[in-house]
């Protein structure tokens, strides 16, 4: 039997009527009432942080980007800047948009932030995933996250590339190389507004970001300058690593499709056509000769897709939504009805006012006025086509930046979530598995260890979480699969990133 928590509620506070019912019940009412106290307690230890206002990096030069306050928010977030910085100082047109958050204990440490697209904000990171406040989809307000980022490591959030959000100028790149020297010349002049230098650098970031953090990366490496450049190493979630069109949506697509069933409900005639296609197409083949530890050779070039009959991706899409009109492909186990989201949400139908688009908020955050603002825009690439055909002319990063990043700091972390239903866990590890990196090609044993969250909920008053996925370390690649979460790893699994953070930043237990 299923409790909605509106019931439940009801029940903790209607007490005699409810107190006649089977022990069962009385469990559940009590485990709420003490649920409900403990959230209480959290509610008011957050309430007194941030209180104080002894700032890290207020001066004369950061003052006109600090934020006073945030429209709507109805807490003090903390010591927060943002606005825009030129790549260029001697071109002001073209700029890139930050939001800034110093960590709670001063460290020398500093984290990036990077959403995917091409052409999405990472606005979306910093409002729905690991930033100091939460609107979620389906929420009235903002509320603190008590699992920012900022708790350990100073975090920077950029609207990356030129064209996205409020990051403005003429695009003129054709491939990663291009929009990461954009990204460097940035980053320096943010630096020296912030004083900062000495510091190690981290780069973090999702999906299409998987091609933007270790391109990134390699840039900072390539600049030989450890006062500014001092690249410690990356956290990448459910990533475009490798050849995502086809070794990350279509060969893994049909066991994924029997992994969710459940879930998707999709009928037995249709599961026996799509298995059909899965064998024909040659998945079932490839799938049984690389998905091996280690891998026998390299995967093949990508050749022709022989897409419409071999699209078995967008045959599972379809008819996941036929089921389900609300189904969410970055997370599938969503139903109706549609949540209304502050930001725009995934599938782009929202009935709420953006809230980074109203002027309000552009006026607090010193962000251009005059700019639309949009979830994902773009396009942030000129021309067409590009070996995944985003525009982006740059080879995959399993070719050749991602293993110079892991060479150069044996601290890198690629993570895919299970309930991400548009890059697919088996897929990025397929890509793994065609990459080498410190002297070998993939994984040489399969992974198997359970990763254990051990943190308590901070939220609801629940305890530690227990195994909350599988992972597997080889030569300064430590690879997460993330069981219960969805392609924003750090929005549905707060507990799991912050893990993966503390493991990037090689922070002892509870430091
Ligand atoms: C992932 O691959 C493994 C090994 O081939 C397989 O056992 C498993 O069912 C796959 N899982 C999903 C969700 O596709
Ligand atoms: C696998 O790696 C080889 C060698 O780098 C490359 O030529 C090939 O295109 C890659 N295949 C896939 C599917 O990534
Ligand atoms: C089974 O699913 C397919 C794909 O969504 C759909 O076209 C078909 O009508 C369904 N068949 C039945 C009997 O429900």
């Given at each position: 039997?299923r409790?909605?928590?509106?019931?439940?509620?009801?029940?903790?506070y209607?007490?005699?009527?409810?107190?006649a019912?089977?022990?069962?019940?009385?469990?559940?009412?009590?485990?709420?009432?003490?649920?409900?106290?403990?959230?209480?307690?959290?509610?008011?230890?957050q309430?007194?942080?941030?209180?104080?206002?002894d700032y890290?990096?207020h001066?004369k030069?950061?003052?006109p980007?600090?934020?006073?306050?945030?429209p709507?928010?109805n807490?003090?977030?903390?010591?927060?800047?943002?606005g825009?910085?030129?790549?260029?100082?001697s071109?002001?047109?073209r700029?890139l948009?930050?939001?800034?958050t110093?960590?709670?204990?001063?460290t020398?440490?500093l984290?990036?932030?990077?959403?995917?697209?091409?052409?999405?904000?990472s606005?979306?990171?910093?409002?729905?995933e690991?930033?100091?406040i939460?609107?979620?989809?389906?929420?009235?307000?903002?509320?603190?996250?008590?699992?920012?980022?900022?708790?350990?490591?100073?975090?920077?959030?950029?609207e990356?590339?030129?064209?996205?959000?409020?990051?403005?100028?003429?695009?003129?790149?054709?491939d990663e190389?291009?929009i990461?020297?954009?990204?460097?010349g940035?980053?320096?002049?943010?630096e020296?507004?912030?004083?900062?230098e000495?510091?190690?650098?981290?780069?973090?970031?999702?999906?299409?970001?998987?091609?933007y953090?270790?391109y990134i990366s390699a840039?900072?490496?390539?600049?030989?300058?450890?006062?500014?450049?001092?690249?410690?190493g990356?956290v990448?979630?459910?990533?475009?690593?490798g050849?995502?069109?086809?070794?990350?949506?279509?060969?893994?697509?049909?066991?994924?499709?029997?992994?969710?069933?459940?879930i998707?409900?999709?009928?037995?005639?249709?599961?026996?056509?799509l298995?059909?296609?899965?064998?024909?197409?040659?998945?079932?083949?490839?799938i049984?000769?690389?998905?091996q530890?280690p891998p026998?050779e390299?995967?093949?070039d990508?050749?022709?897709?022989?897409y419409k009959?071999?699209?078995?991706?967008?045959?599972?899409?379809?008819?996941?939504?036929?089921?389900?009109?609300c189904?969410?492909?970055?997370h599938?186990?969503?139903?109706?009805?549609?949540l209304g989201?502050?930001?725009?949400n995934?599938?782009?139908?929202?009935n709420?006012?953006?809230?980074?688009?109203?002027?309000?908020?552009?006026?607090?955050?010193?962000?251009?006025l005059?700019?639309?603002?949009?979830?994902?825009?773009?396009?942030?690439?000129?021309?067409?086509?590009g070996?995944?055909?985003?525009s982006?002319?740059s080879?995959?990063?399993?070719?050749?930046?991602?293993?110079q990043?892991?060479?150069?700091?044996?601290?890198?972390?690629?993570?895919?979530?299970?309930?991400?239903?548009?890059?697919?866990?088996?897929?990025?590890?397929?890509?793994i598995?065609?990459?080498?990196?410190?002297g070998?090609?993939?994984?040489?044993?399969?992974?198997?260890k359970?990763?254990?969250?051990?943190?308590?909920?901070?939220?609801?008053?629940t305890?530690?979480?227990?195994?909350m996925?599988?992972q597997?370390y080889?030569?300064?690649?430590?690879?997460?699969?993330?069981f219960?979460?969805?392609?924003?790893q750090?929005?549905?699994?707060?507990?799991?990133?912050?893990e993966?953070l503390?493991?990037?930043?090689?922070?002892?237990?509870d430091?």
């Amino acid at each position: 039997m299923r409790f909605s928590y509106t019931s439940l509620l009801a029940i903790a506070y209607a007490g005699s009527l409810a107190s006649a019912a089977n022990d069962d019940f009385n469990y559940y009412r009590r485990h709420q009432q003490q649920r409900l106290q403990n959230a209480a307690v959290i509610a008011q230890q957050q309430a007194s942080l941030g209180a104080q206002k002894d700032y890290q990096y207020h001066t004369k030069k950061t003052a006109p980007y600090f934020i006073d306050s945030w429209p709507d928010v109805n807490f003090d977030a903390g010591e927060m800047y943002s606005g825009n910085v030129p790549i260029d100082e001697s071109d002001p047109s073209r700029s890139l948009f930050f939001v800034f958050t110093p960590s709670e204990k001063p460290t020398k440490t500093l984290t990036i932030w990077l959403n995917g697209g091409p052409g999405c904000s990472s606005m979306v990171g910093f409002f729905q995933e690991n930033g100091n406040i939460l609107w979620q989809p389906g929420t009235y307000h903002a509320t603190r996250n008590p699992y920012a980022w900022s708790k350990y490591t100073n975090v920077l959030w950029v609207e990356h590339p030129v064209g996205v959000g409020f990051s403005v100028g003429k695009v003129h790149a054709r491939d990663e190389l291009s929009i990461s020297q954009d990204f460097i010349g940035f980053f320096k002049n943010f630096e020296k507004l912030f004083g900062i230098e000495n510091y190690k650098i981290y780069v973090t970031g999702e999906s299409y970001a998987g091609r933007y953090v270790p391109y990134i990366s390699a840039a900072m490496l390539d600049q030989k300058d450890k006062q500014y450049f001092d690249l410690s190493g990356n956290v990448i979630y459910d990533p475009c690593i490798g050849e995502f069109l086809r070794v990350g949506q279509e060969i893994p697509t049909f066991d994924f499709v029997m992994a969710n069933r459940d879930i998707l409900n999709l009928n037995d005639t249709f599961i026996a056509q799509l298995e059909q296609e899965h064998i024909n197409c040659g998945y079932r083949d490839y799938i049984d000769k690389y998905m091996q530890f280690p891998p026998p050779e390299h995967q093949p070039d990508r050749g022709v897709y022989g897409y419409k009959k071999c699209d078995v991706f967008d045959k599972y899409y379809e008819a996941a939504y036929t089921v389900n009109p609300c189904f969410n492909i970055y997370h599938i186990t969503d139903y109706c009805p549609d949540l209304g989201d502050v930001m725009g949400n995934a599938k782009g139908i929202s009935n709420v006012e953006f809230y980074f688009n109203r002027q309000d908020v552009k006026k607090a955050l010193h962000a251009p006025l005059d700019v639309k603002w949009r979830e994902c825009g773009g396009p942030v690439f000129k021309g067409r086509g590009g070996p995944e055909d985003e525009s982006d002319q740059s080879p995959d990063p399993i070719q050749g930046v991602l293993p110079q990043v892991i060479e150069a700091t044996n601290r890198v972390l690629v993570s895919n979530a299970d309930w991400d239903g548009l890059l697919l866990t088996n897929g990025t590890l397929l890509s793994i598995q065609n990459m080498t990196w410190n002297g070998k090609l993939g994984f040489q044993s399969p992974p198997m260890k359970d990763f254990v969250v051990n943190l308590k909920d901070k939220q609801y008053g629940t305890g530690v979480q227990g195994i909350m996925g599988r992972q597997h370390y080889e030569r300064g690649l430590l690879w997460v699969e993330t069981f219960q979460a969805g392609h924003e790893q750090p929005q549905y699994q707060p507990r799991a990133a912050l893990e993966h953070l503390r493991w990037m930043l090689e922070l002892d237990e509870d430091s």
